[in-house]
């Protein structure tokens, strides 16, 4: 499937020839299958392949990179020497002795390859999606699936003698189901994503993602609209943990923290949210959707405490990035494919959970707003100001969760919802549909996570008159 070490090797010498302090050599073979129903005919069922070859060299912060579409061990030597000349300084280096490395094990075995589940099974799969979404209400009008899958297999080897392989298997479901009524049309949608192959509708199956999506959908026909103003809010949890990963976890990033661009740069052991309050970004969860048995520098996925009890821990790096702040890469160096460099990325971050019961939390609150789930938004990562959608959200009324409400946003400062959080529920879950982070034009598969928890006051834009 890849070329042989030694060819492997003289990359890597290429790579090094123009006095590079460190040298890689990422290679790349993906095989990935889509079907898309729409109007309940099949407007897409297609297979992709990639394969090619991502040369680094680096000197200092000065990074040669070149890639090719083709494995060949010519085609490799060609874009080493390139990358080499980009980050071009003093004599070459020696030759590299490869050393085989073990990758970890963080996905259980897959029993149901994607490679062997036959076109026709895929498109009956999306098709039962399908008919569940629309089957679950006369008002639901149109439906949606997606259905992904892909295995790709991964080989790194670098300048300090690492090589590393892996096989990495994703499979996703994508649902969004529309309701119309009296001149109103609304939008659902849910999506379930794992490291394994179809096996994952074993706990969750596509009946039932789909009928997720629909009840959305329903719910918001009849919703009101949303009032605007500073109030309590309830973060559901599960999908509430995107805002934790957009308005607060990317300023946890080392590139960020490198260039201080991030509003935690310097405060290490300071306390930045309440007391309880832990977040941690965990690439080894089995099977979830940001798990890595490697990242893309071939360092294991690890588990990095970002916040303990509300004092600021650490932070995530990828190599480039550790070396220069002296510190140690935590894995998560991530790239979209062979024709990215690594950046520092999250994996599954989230909170984690505290004692008190949801229900406990709704009582609580007098009047608010209950944001059961959050959809995309902008963040400017240096302020950590951020405004994001709320796409099912409900009033809060006398302890109660009350009527639905359409056209919320949530507009605050990320460092300061940290400091509101006055309760945080024992019902953590991770979204099962997990998400695609975008950052420097590169997308990877992520998982937030979140307890429900209470915040003493945040923004809502409502459209209320």
Not at 115 to 125: G, H, I, W, Y
Not at 414 to 437: Q, R
């Amino acid at each position: 499937m890849f070329p042989q070490r030694e060819e492997i090797g003289k990359a890597l010498l290429a790579a090094l020839s123009r006095g590079a302090e460190f040298a890689e050599v990422y290679l790349e073979k993906r095989v990935a299958d889509t079907v898309r129903i729409e109007e309940r005919l099949v407007r897409e069922s297609s297979r992709g392949v990639l394969a090619g070859a991502g040369i680094r060299a680096i000197i200092g912060e000065k990074i040669g990179y070149a890639y090719t579409d083709g494995l060949d061990a010519e085609s490799m030597i060609e874009a080493a020497k390139i990358a080499a000349d980009i980050a071009a300084k003093g004599s070459a280096a020696g030759p590299v002795a490869l050393s085989e490395v073990k990758a970890a094990a963080q996905y259980s075995a897959t029993r149901i390859l994607p490679s062997d589940v036959a076109a026709e099974s895929k498109v009956e799969t999306a098709f039962r999606a399908d008919a569940a979404a629309r089957d679950y209400d006369t008002r639901i009008t149109q439906a949606m699936v997606a259905l992904l899958d892909e295995v790709k297999h991964v080989l790194i080897a670098n300048s300090e003698g690492t090589c590393v392989s892996d096989r990495q298997i994703l499979t996703t479901l994508r649902v969004v189901a529309i309701a119309e009524s009296n001149g109103r049309r609304q939008r659902g949608f849910r999506s379930l994503s794992g490291r394994a192959g179809y096996e994952l509708f074993e706990k969750e199956s596509p009946e039932e993602v789909a009928r997720g999506a629909s009840r959305q959908a329903v719910t918001l026909l009849d919703a009101r609209e949303a009032p605007a103003g500073s109030m309590v809010v309830v973060l559901g949890n599960g999908r509430g943990g995107v805002l934790l990963h957009e308005a607060i976890g990317h300023g946890f990033e080392g590139d960020f923290i490198r260039k201080k661009t991030s509003l935690f740069c310097g405060r290490l052991g300071e306390r930045v949210a309440v007391e309880g309050c832990t977040i941690v970004d965990d690439g080894t969860i089995p099977n979830a959707r940001g798990t890595v048995n490697i990242d893309d520098e071939g360092t294991p996925g690890q588990r990095t405490v970002l916040v303990e009890n509300g004092i600021l821990a650490g932070f995530i790096y990828d190599k480039l990035n550790a070396k220069l702040m002296n510190a140690v890469s935590t894995g998560n160096g991530r790239r979209q494919g062979y024709k990215f460099m690594p950046v520092p990325r999250q994996t599954n971050t989230f909170m984690l959970a505290g004692e008190v019961p949801p229900d406990e939390i709704i009582a609580s609150v007098g009047k608010g707003l209950y944001a059961k789930n959050i959809g995309g938004g902008q963040v400017d990562i240096a302020s950590g100001n951020f405004v994001f959608e709320v796409t099912e959200g409900y009033l809060i009324e006398g302890g109660k969760v009350g009527p639905p409400v359409r056209g919320a946003n949530l507009i605050g400062n990320g460092a300061d919802v940290l400091k509101k959080i006055e309760m945080i529920g024992n019902d953590f879950a991770l979204e099962p549909g997990g998400g695609t982070c975008g950052k420097m034009g590169q997308a990877v598969p992520v998982m937030d996570g979140l307890p429900t928890i209470k915040i003493s006051g945040i923004t809502v834009g409502g459209t209320e008159s």
